[in-house]
């Protein structure tokens, strides 16, 4: 279980993030408390600095650093500032996603402002100089290509400021800095979209799964290399605490640090870059105790005596580097995924580089399962046929502190999310989900979690039962219900899936398909009826001023 934990937390979060960016939850307020802060190019303190500001500046961020530490802000072009010298006055940093400009294209891999792309626009830029395209409107992102001096480039985008163009060189779309080209053609540049065009394809290539599996094979290969020259430095070490004196010969070769290709790490940063930052720091302290034992044996005298002192200093590095080792090799094997192929019953699910086998589970046939603190997500696979409508449905054991979440996709494109549904946390809690409709015969996935980690302060812990329900005749389907006479959960005996309109009229079977769709994700008025009257807490988005008729943009402008 704990081998595929980590995927289908990926999924999930990825299904969360796109929920919170729907309600708008994507900048942050903040303003300066420092007496001074740097403004900088890149989410780092070596990075270069662009300008300094002082106590009482405000900034609205809309993206930060992996790590939490650094926010972007609009600083006449894109500048990072550290959160220790802010403080929020509205919005949730965790909230902004990741942008860290040295391994992430301007506007992300899922939109990016950089790559491959043929558009053109309605003018051109000639290079005044040499100048690098970057993958940005800013220094801090890597270069794509370079244009020479007196070669032009399509001009497509800018930034606000008018201090970066976006431009197409050669198929290359990226971005150059506005004072080493000058601008060809009669046209308006302000016409032009800030932000820029998307891309055909993200910048480069070698993120796909296979170079991602790839990359954990080498970091592990690399680690066992590694070992050998630890296991000689230790004995090396170990030798001078025994005879005082360091025994000078051939010296274990140093290993290197890891770099990851910029595409790939951005594709799994989450991943990828904790275990790099762990595995240079840990090859960084064995090259330390190899570096200290050559300085030993290059001192003027003969016989190279080491103090004690010394010797079990270099003795905790190494065994500080060992303690690494183990704990890095430990997490490459649970990430990098089983040999053995899917059996008859169960299925095989990837996505972005990883690989989970999952059970196969039954339409019409109640499941049980359960969650444990070591155990807050799991998924399931099912087999589900052109034209049939489903209706999925999760029940708590009346001892359960779960607050499920479930979220059924295809499983060759497991973030195409065709139901999701959320429960409040109440005891005995329900989740139905209906209709989904299927339009293609294929295998699918369910994935369930618990969300309820910020509501409680105990871990998860508890059974649950689901069912997968063909609803394709009639639209109705029996709920799931706690017997307490047999003890366990068992089909009830009243159909539903027939909801009523707010003004108790029948809307014709049409369920609400989850309470935490937005108007973007709802295809007929009918269902944004259904969701306002069943969720009517979710008013705020769906019906923003409250006159009972929702979605009123998109999808019921003329229904009322």
């Not at 890149?42 to 650093?65: H, I, K, N, Q, Y």
């Not at 800018?158 to 290359?172: D, E, F, L, P």
């Not at 065994?319 to 183990?326: E, G, R, V």
């Amino acid at each position: 279980m704990r081998r595929y934990t980590l995927l289908l937390a990926i999924i999930i979060l990825l299904l969360l993030s796109s929920l919170q960016i729907a309600l708008g939850q994507a900048t942050v307020h903040v303003v300066v408390v420092n007496e001074f802060a740097n403004v900088r190019v890149s989410p780092a303190l070596g990075a270069s600095v662009r300008g300094t500001v002082t106590a009482g500046t405000e900034f609205w961020a809309d993206a930060r650093s992996a790590d939490n530490e650094w926010l972007r802000v609009d600083y006449g072009g894109e500048g990072w500032v550290h959160v220790a010298t802010l403080v929020v006055l509205e919005g949730d940093i965790a909230a902004l996603p990741v942008r860290d400009p040295r391994s992430i294209p301007y506007g992300g891999f899922e939109s990016p402002r950089a790559g491959t792309s043929n558009a053109t626009g309605p003018g051109t830029v000639e290079a005044v100089r040499g100048v690098r395209v970057r993958a940005g409107p800013s220094t801090a992102y890597p270069t794509l290509a370079n244009l020479n001096y007196r070669q032009t480039a399509w001009i497509t985008g800018r930034n606000a400021a008018n201090t970066w163009w976006q431009v197409q060189y050669n198929g290359v779309l990226g971005w150059v800095s506005a004072e080493h080209v000058q601008l060809q053609g009669a046209f308006d540049v302000n016409a032009l979209p800030v932000g820029g065009i998307v891309a055909d394809a993200p910048p480069l290539s070698g993120s796909g799964a296979n170079d991602y599996i790839v990359q954990l094979k080498l970091m592990l290969d690399r680690l066992d290399r590694a070992q050998v020259s630890l296991d000689t430095i230790r004995t090396m070490w170990t030798d001078a605490a025994l005879y005082g004196r360091a025994g000078c010969g051939p010296y274990p070769p140093q290993p290197s640090d890891l770099p990851i290709a910029s595409p790939l790490l951005a594709a799994n940063y989450n991943i990828l870059k904790p275990l790099q930052d762990d595995f240079n720091e840990a090859m960084a302290n064995l090259r330390y105790a190899i570096d200290l034992f050559i300085q030993i044996c290059n001192l003027p005298g003969t016989g190279n005596p080491v103090g004690q002192a010394t010797v079990q200093g270099a003795l905790g590095i190494v065994n500080t580097a060992d303690s690494q080792f183990q704990t890095l090799r430990a997490r490459l094997h649970e990430l990098i995924p089983p040999d053995r192929v899917a059996g008859p019953n169960e299925c095989t699910l990837t996505y972005n580089g990883r690989t989970d086998i999952l059970p196969l589970v039954q339409q019409n046939v109640i499941v049980f399962d359960s969650f444990l603190p070591d155990k807050f997500i799991t998924g399931y696979c099912f087999d589900a046929f052109a034209g049939q409508t489903l209706a999925v449905q999760t029940l708590q054991f009346p001892d359960s502190n779960i607050v499920h979440f479930l979220a059924v996709s295809p499983l060759d494109n497991p973030t195409n999310f065709l139901g999701v549904g959320r429960g409040s946390g109440a005891d005995g809690d329900l989740i139905q989900v209906s209709p989904i409709v299927i339009t293609q015969t294929g295998r699918y996935v369910l994935i369930l979690t618990d969300v309820g980690a910020d509501t409680r302060n105990e871990a998860p812990m508890g059974n649950f039962a689901f069912l997968i329900s063909d609803i394709s005749a009639t639209g109705l389907f029996p709920p799931l219900v706690w017997d307490d006479t047999q003890g366990t959960v068992v089909l009830g005996q009243t159909p539903i899936g027939t909801p009523t309109s707010p003004d108790g009229g029948d809307i014709g079977g049409v369920a609400c398909p989850s309470s935490a769709f937005t108007c973007a994700q709802l295809l007929t008025c009918e269902e944004a009826r259904a969701c306002l009257q069943e969720f009517p807490d979710n008013a705020s988005f769906l019906d923003p001023d409250f006159d009972g008729i929702p979605c009123e943009e998109n999808l019921c402008s003329g229904e009322f």
